[in-house]
Every structure is written in C-alpha cells, then in structure tokens.
C-alpha cells in the first residue's frame, strides 16, 4: 500500500483492488469517476496505481497550494478550478486527490463567505471533462459537491478485513517473523485499524525489533489505541483485591474483561463484550473503585465520562460524541460513566437518554 523509496511496482491489497477494478471498468464507461474511503485506506494508492497504467495528470494538494499563492484568501473554488483545467487541457485522463480538503474549507467553515459555490467548479469541471471526451478521477473522505457525485461513476475502499491486514504488513514488513505472525490474533484485538496505523506499528518493529504477534499489540495497546485516561493519575486497583462485591466482580470478568482481554479464548468460544452493564449502589459502596481497576486492567480500550463533563455546557455533547467515537476506533473497548445519576438527574440534559442507545 505505501511505496517505499525505490520501489517501482504499486501493490494493492484486497480492500484497495476491489476499488481499483470498479474505478479501472468504469473508465471505460464514462468521464466522470470518484472514489471514497475513511481517511488511511489507501485512496491516493489506487489513484497511483490507475495512473501507472493509464499515464495522466495527478493533482495534489501540493498544486492547490502552489495555484492558490498567486491568488486572493477566499477564492479557494477558483484554485481547484484552475489547477484542474490546467491538468485537463495537459492529459486524456486527470487524477485529483484529496478534493476533500477544497470542498471542506469553502462549505463546512460558517466564516467563508462564498456558500457552497465550489459547486460552480465542479460543476464546469465535470462539464469540461465530458466536452472534451475525457476522463476525471477524484478522491474524497465522503465530502464532494453533489455536482460531481450524482454524475460519476463510484467506488469505495471498504474497511479493512483480516486478510488486508495481511498483505498490508506484508508488503510492509522488513525484517520477518521468528515465527508466523498471528494476523487473526491482531485483527480481533483491533479490527478498525487503517493504513497509517498498521504502518506505525510496522515502522517501529522494522526498526527495534523483534516482529511478532505480541509485541504488533503490544505497540497498538501503547501507542495507537488512545484511552482518554491518564493511568498514571488512577490509583492503582485490583478487581481481585475488592471485597464485599464478589458477585459483581465475577459478572465483571466474564461479560467484559475476558472478552477484551483474552484474546484466544475469545476465539474459541465466540465471546462478545456486553453491549452494557448498570452497576448501582449507595455512595461508598466501590462503583467508582470498579472503574479505576477496569481502566488498568483494559487500558487502551477505557474511556470515561464522569463529573468534569459537566452537563448544561456548551460542549457537553461535542465532548460525549469525541469520547463515543475513539472508543468506536478503538473498539471493542469500555465507555465507563461515573456517577452517571449526576448527568441524568439533570432535567436540561433528556437529550442523552435517546443518544445512548443510538451510539453504543
């Protein structure tokens, strides 16, 4: 998926092939074609990949910066406009990259004044493409003009499976396995991995070493999968060493500790974390004490919500969606909500008794 210095041949993994054998048959079929993915699935790959067989322009955000100089702040439209055309009156076939990032600033910023007049140019642009007999291929995160959308051919970069997993770390891999790399094993602990991420787990073992199933988690748990808990700030606790909460403590191990933690077993029997869990009790009696022993016990895969959301504020929802969706990321992971009668009991805050159940 991503070229090292040197390399001369583009390798696909399955994700990325699938797309790129839509994309490579719908060329032959119309002028305008879009690809989309989630951000570090390798769009600008299968771009590359089409262009190394079919020639063209490529447009990046390196020329939108280099048209955009000669150019007034806010006309960001005529930017991408002009560093397209320039490419189309050049090539049979244009390959523009990252439209996303023209279309975001110029439609999704409430301080830009121009609206939604990227439209305008990409309407001229697909305009111009068909004219001309042509072909215009433009990749995006989702975020394009409908002018373009509703009139190409598209296709998308689908999430990773095991098996792109696979053969991503494959062409990644310098140094081999002593033994054979568990990819299952890595896939089931973190099954939203992109791109970016499993190269930075590559990067790092190509270069300290030794490559194998343990320590690829091991960085993953440490470096890539993000909690919102600084641990170093959490007392330290055992589920083990509280007393008085046995029955919980059980329930606790095998609803959501074993399917987190023990990976093999997990796999054997098909376990699944349970989608909630409502531990109640009066003040003092270890529900707060749970939670410390849960975020060291899963740490990267703990997230929590407690008293300093406070609930009325500005952000309150802003901060609940940011923490819902690394925990997402990074799943299966733990949103643990302390003293969540707090938030509740609140009367202005309604609104999360229907947000939970659509976002858990």
Not at 31 to 54: D, F, I, M, P, W
Not at 150 to 169: G, H, K, N, V
Not at 235 to 259: A, F, M, N, T
């Amino acid at each position: 998926m991503f070229l090292r210095p040197k390399e001369v041949m583009i390798r696909l993994i399955p994700a990325q092939e699938a797309a790129y054998n839509v994309l490579k048959h719908a060329a032959g079929a119309g002028s305008l074609l879009l690809l989309t993915s989630h951000s570090g699935r390798g769009r600008t790959t299968v771009l590359r990949k089409l262009q190394e067989e079919t020639g063209g322009e490529f447009v990046t955000s390196k020329d939108f910066i280099e048209t955009s100089s000669s150019r007034h702040p806010l006309s960001l439209e005529e930017t991408l406009y002009g560093a397209v055309i320039t490419a189309l009156r050049k090539a049979e076939i244009v390959y523009v990259d990252d439209v996303d990032l023209i279309h975001d600033a110029t439609s999704s910023c409430h301080f830009y004044p121009r609206g939604h007049y990227v439209e305008t140019a990409l309407l001229e642009l697909s305009d111009a493409a068909v004219r001309e007999n042509k072909r215009l291929v433009m990749s995006t995160d989702g975020s394009v003009a409908e002018a373009f959308a509703t009139r190409s051919f598209s296709a998308s970069i689908r999430r990773y499976s095991a098996q792109d997993y696979a053969a991503l770390i494959e062409i990644l891999m310098v140094q081999k396995p002593a033994s054979g790399l568990d990819v299952e094993k890595i896939f089931r602990f973190a099954p939203k991995l992109n791109g970016h991420q499993i190269k930075g787990a590559c990067d790092w073992l190509n270069a300290h070493g030794p490559f194998s199933t343990d320590r690829f988690i091991e960085y993953l748990r440490s470096q890539r999968l993000a909690s919102n808990v600084d641990l170093g700030e959490v007392q330290e606790v055992d589920l083990r060493d509280l007393q008085g909460v046995d029955d919980v403590i059980k329930s606790l191990e095998i609803h959501i500790v074993l399917p987190l933690s023990n990976d093999a077993l997990t796999a054997e029997l098909g376990l699944r974390p349970k989608r909630g869990v409502l531990l109640y009790g009066p003040p003092g009696s270890g529900k707060t004490t749970i939670g410390r022993a849960l975020a060291h016990r899963l740490r990267g895969k703990f997230f929590l919500i407690d008293g300093t959301f406070i609930a009325g504020t500005n952000d309150f929802y802003s901060r609940i969606h940011r923490i819902f969706e690394a925990a997402k990321d990074n799943s299966p992971s733990v949103i643990f909500i302390d003293d969540a009668d707090a938030i509740f009991e609140d009367g202005e805050e309604r609104g999360l008794y229907r947000y939970l159940p659509h976002h858990a």
